[in-house]
């Protein structure tokens, strides 16, 4: 009995050390937010010490600091993708977020890029370790919840790729005994799982290994977005995106809640960059063909 | 606060999971101890060649990352044409990777009993197979359970791999559980509690196996 009961004394002691850790963190965090956003709503007698400044939280970090933190992929080919050669970034999303760091430091080289998957960016976002997230992440509802959107950057749609010469020629081949890979923390699982009732995605940490499980014959069918299928595409020609797309994935740029001017400093961007056919230029050159519509 | 709405809206996942890596534990944990004796006895034989082969699996596993022994068999065995799922290349990866540190354990354990002992039993006339069974190996029993269990229990904490590999175990659904939620901090911590269901009894039992075996000495 008396070791039982240190059993569950250990236990619980872990929980608490455990939740004491969490409580830290979230301690660190507002404090942090507190020194470094000298104008965070709720924190107004810094705001009213500092007058001149117009910028508000994220933006004035970033202005002070003088470099855009961005979480992108560097696993993913033609979005961002990490050259294993030079050891640079380099993909659609990676240009955006150039873009972004002109406009707000005036030069596009103040940007740091740190890598982050489906799995990790919320988290990441969300503890200050990045300023804003252009990684293929498709806008939802329930991610709305978390985090707030810039305005649709990439019209995508999800689509399955297969090893060319297989039977499964679009969506409606795939049935609840498929073996469909994806990965961790995608709405295309959802997505696919709701499509084909039954079904039960493997899933694993990013689209690299993804991929290299689908070249092992782990299964028949990877599922993401369009985009990012045909990247692989490239990579490796034994395999082909087939069927058409079968959802709507508009692509937003993460950025933490209640950071107004941020969102609208992105939109800006976007727009700016859309009037100037800069956008349709880096979509031509990654994507290989011009944007549908707008 | 801990959000409980992580643990009850996705208990099933949890429980899977937890089911899982039990199993994996399990299969992997007797697995483990069949082949590292085997490894042991072939450490310690006269024969050079067995002696060889003992020792280059011994340092071949145990010097290599658990993760790239787990790929060995998820990623390499389908270039030879043989294909297994997540779970099995997981638990077998987990299986050869710990037998390799529990047959360094139990060979320690029987070198440990003094060499006076053996000589001793021979004297007073027993047999070679006599003298292990009734002189070194109760010895060396005593000597080998604390580590070994040690390596049991790195063992259940191991199979967390099987997450990586889509192994479908409790760490797998973990990620799973913290893609739908997004409370990184909550749902880690239900997982870390369900592997402690699993470690804390086999703790426990190793502590009550030592010290029925201190009695028994």
Redesign the interface.
């Known amino acids: 009995m008396k070791t039982r009961g240190r059993v569950i004394g250990l236990m619980l002691a872990v929980m608490l050390v455990l939740a004491g850790c969490g409580a830290a963190n979230n301690a660190n965090d507002s404090k942090g937010g507190g020194t470094n956003n000298s104008a965070e709503p709720g924190a107004g007698g810094n705001q009213a010490e500092n007058p001149g400044s117009k910028d508000e939280g994220v933006v004035a970090d970033i202005k002070a600091r003088g470099k855009l933190v961005a979480g992108v992929k560097f696993d993913t080919k033609l979005f961002g993708l990490k050259d294993p050669g030079s050891g640079e970034v380099e993909g659609f999303d990676v240009d955006i977020a150039k873009a972004i760091a002109k406009k707000l430091l005036g030069d596009e080289s103040k940007l740091e890029l740190k890598e982050v998957t489906s799995k990790t960016r919320i988290p990441m976002l969300n503890n200050g370790e990045i300023d804003l997230i252009i990684a293929t992440m498709t806008i939802t509802e329930d991610r709305k919840k978390e985090v707030d959107f810039s305005d649709v950057y990439f019209k995508a749609g999800q689509s399955i790729l297969v090893k060319k010469g297989s039977s499964i020629r679009s969506i409606d081949d795939v049935t609840k005994d498929s073996k469909v890979l994806g990965v961790k923390g995608a709405t295309s699982i959802k997505n696919i799982e709701e499509k084909v009732p039954g079904l039960k995605v493997q899933q694993y940490e990013n689209y690299q290994e993804a991929f290299t499980a689908l070249r092992a014959g782990k299964g028949d069918v990877l599922t993401t977005d369009n985009s990012i299928l045909y990247g692989m595409m490239k990579q490796d020609n034994n395999y082909e995106v087939v069927g058409s797309t079968f959802t709507d994935e508009p692509y937003g740029i993460a950025i933490k809640k209640d950071e107004a001017g941020l969102v609208k400093l992105v939109n800006e961007t976007l727009e700016e960059m859309k009037a100037s056919g800069e956008y349709d230029k880096i979509y031509e050159q990654w994507i290989g063909e011009k944007p549908a519509d707008e | 606060m ?1 959000d409980l709405t992580v643990l009850t809206e996705h208990w099933e996942s949890y429980f899977i999971g937890l089911r899982n890596t039990l199993f994996a534990s399990l299969m992997a944990l007797a697995g483990s101890f069949a082949l590292g004796t085997v490894i042991a006895v072939f450490r310690i034989s006269p024969i050079k060649v067995l002696q060889a082969c003992g020792t280059a699996y011994v340092e071949l596993f145990r010097n290599i990352p658990l993760l790239l022994v787990v790929y060995m068999f ?2 390499g065995l ?2 030879l044409g043989i ?1 297994l ?2 779970f099995v290349s997981g638990t077998l990866g987990l299986m050869v990777y710990t037998s390799a540190f529990i047959a360094e354990a139990i060979r320690a354990g029987i070198l440990a009993v003094p060499q006076g002992q053996t000589e001793a039993a021979r004297s007073s006339g027993l047999t070679y197979v006599q003298t292990m069974r009734y002189v070194v190996l109760p010895q060396a029993v005593k000597i080998v359970v604390p580590p070994i269990t040690n390596q049991f229990l790195n063992l259940v904490k191991n199979s967390s791999i099987l997450g ?3 192994g479908l175990d409790l760490m ?1 659904y973990g ?2 559980v ?2 739908d939620t ?1 409370n ?3 749902t880690y ?1 239900f997982v ?2 369900f592997y ?1 269901i699993l470690t ?1 009894p086999l703790a ?1 039992a190793s502590r009550l196996m030592e010290r029925r075996f201190a009695r028994s000495g």
């Open positions: 801990i998820f990623l389908p270039a294909a799922n997540g990586v590999v889509a797998y990620d799973l913290n893609a997004y990184t901090v909550d911590m870390a509690l402690l804390l426990y």
